[in-house]
């Protein structure tokens, strides 16, 4: 009897023991800080040089030259469950000078765009924007004999509200379709573009600065694409038209093309082109192009990810 007593507590005493001893706490939960990277940002800023040297006895013909051209484009895109707001600054200016012509303009664009969008599918938002395109500085025209001031800041100014759907299958195309966009077109100190006191520029009607066009449409499309590591295409088209005075020659079609590629390090070579057509402008076909190569400097936020 002694001998299973002993045996009992031999067996019992390594589990009472067990039972005593309290389990190992768990290390606390490490909380998840929330993800608020709801904004993404971008900076694209460059300079561009071009010049030609020719002597006083320079046979060949020719004259020396000097050009300079500088752009700016920058973004801010908020997104935040189905709400958006997107936001573009892009500007370009240009000019050369020629001896024995002087300084002239050759390009220049003001561009502001903001837009708010709330998201209906996974392709698709309901959006409302503001936008305003104009120009820096006088433009002339030196057909004549005498230069003739044709444009200038805010001479014109198209400013348009508009409402409809986004089309955005991707970040990098976006496509905006408005029926419904009243237009604002400005032309500030108008008289010094008329020729006679009864002349219209740009649309607006004698001893007035301002015209609005209510019942008109908008179609924007915008393209920002990357062509490899160190090169990029950005192109953006515009077409208005007003429904009160709707006739196929007289919609307004624009289109922006800007190609930037990366050489070395900051050097890079930029490609810039507009084709306008805008009837109250000129019944033509207006068009412009340069190409430069400069210092172009990039920024993005967040950082695209290490390759």
Same mark, same amino acid.
């Given at each position: 009897m002694k001998n299973l007593f002993t045996l009992a507590l031999g067996l019992l005493g390594p589990a009472a023991a067990l039972a005593q001893t309290a389990p190992p706490a768990l290390p606390p939960a490490v909380p998840v800080p929330a993800d608020t990277s709801y904004w993404r940002t971008s900076l694209k800023a460059g300079v561009n040089l071009n010049e030609a040297v020719v002597s006083d006895n320079w046979k060949g013909g020719g004259a020396t030259s000097l050009g300079l051209s500088t752009l700016f484009n920058g973004q801010a895109h908020y997104l935040r469950g189905p709400q958006s707001w997107d936001n573009e600054a892009d500007f370009l200016y240009a000019g050369q000078y020629t001896r024995g012509q002087g300084y002239r303009k050759t390009n220049d664009r003001l561009w502001l765009d903001t837009k708010y969008g709330h998201k209906l599918s996974k392709k698709w938002n309901a959006f409302v924007s503001l936008n305003m395109l104009s120009q820096f500085a006088r433009g002339y025209d030196y057909s004549g004999e005498v230069p003739r001031l044709v444009s200038s800041?805010?001479?014109p100014a198209y400013v348009t509200n508009?409402?409809?759907?986004?089309?955005?299958? *991707?970040?990098? !195309?976006?496509?905006?379709? *408005?029926? !419904?966009?009243p237009r604002l077109t400005i032309v500030r100190g108008l008289a010094r573009f008329q020729s006679l006191p009864t002349d219209v520029v740009y649309g607006v009607d004698p001893g007035h600065h301002t015209r609005w066009e209510i019942l008109a449409a908008q179609l924007l499309a915008s393209l920002d694409q990357p062509l490899g590591p160190n090169a990029n295409l950005k192109a953006r088209y515009l077409l208005f038209t007003?429904?009160?005075?709707?006739?196929?020659?007289?919609?307004?079609?624009?289109?922006?093309?800007?190609?930037?590629?990366k050489v070395y390090g900051l050097l890079s070579v930029n490609f810039q082109s507009t084709v306008l057509y805008q009837f109250d402008q000129d019944s033509n076909i207006q068009f412009s192009q340069g190409l430069g190569l400069g210092l172009l400097l990039t920024r993005q936020s967040p950082a695209p990810p290490a390759k």
């Open positions: 800041f805010l001479a508009a409402y409809g759907l986004e089309f955005r299958p *991707s970040q990098r !195309f976006t496509l905006r379709l *408005s029926p !419904f966009a007003n429904y009160g005075a709707f006739r196929l020659r007289e919609v307004n079609h624009r289109l922006d093309v800007t190609l930037t590629a």
